[in-house]
């Protein structure tokens, strides 16, 4: 018989923010698949539950793979979980399942809904949702204009996720291809006890940034308001 695998939601930074699902299913897999053996370590400790953790990061090697493959084979309970989040949204996950569709049609797999950055930006935001576009991380170097081209050309709300230490460039980027009136929300540290939501326009947000260089850290999510 084969396995299950659960795809399971972690929080985005406050603990309360987990349900008590993934915790039952945390608690009844044979193995959970993490992203970072000692993040979700520590996770797991704070709620008292000892599990097997095994990782399965953005580079697992073919081996990890069929290693996983086997395992469901064989009819084991497995969790994915990533290091924050929900796992494969801009995390691990996608080529696993993937794998899985392809080669083992009949196991199971379970989504454990919860927590999202993304989700959690936009439901904050205030700009329309119903229909929205997710670009992930902005690319680094190729790809990077088009990138900004397309946030400037859409008609519906864009959320992206943008480091620290690349947020100014961000902003440039966007100073580019907004005009000065477009709104942007920047949900920083969301759930943390430095959360903050800067809502404004283009230029309102620049302003504000370069009068407070001292927010510039934690993590960010970019909401931008949609071509009028
Ligand atoms: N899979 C995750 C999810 O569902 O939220 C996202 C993982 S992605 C690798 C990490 C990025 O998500 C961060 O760089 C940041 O842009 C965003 N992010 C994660 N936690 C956040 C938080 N508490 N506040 C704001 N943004 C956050």
Redesign the pocket.
Known sequence: MNGSLYIV?TP??NLEDITLRALRILKEVDVVLCEDTRTTGKLLKHFDISAKLTSYHGNATDKKHMYILDMLRDGKKLALV??????????PGVMLIHSIREQLPDVEIFAIPG???????LSISGLPSSEYLFLG?APHKKGRKTFFERIGASDTTIAF???PHRFEKALAGLAEVLDENRHLLI??????MH?QGVYGTLFEILEYFKNHPDKIR????IVVEGRK
């Open positions: 939601a985005i930074g990533s290091d924050a989040g929900t796992p494969c949204i801009s995390d927590p999202s950055a993304v989700i959690s930006a991380f996720y943008e480091s949900a920083r540290e969301l759930t943390k959360e934690g993590e960010f999510v």
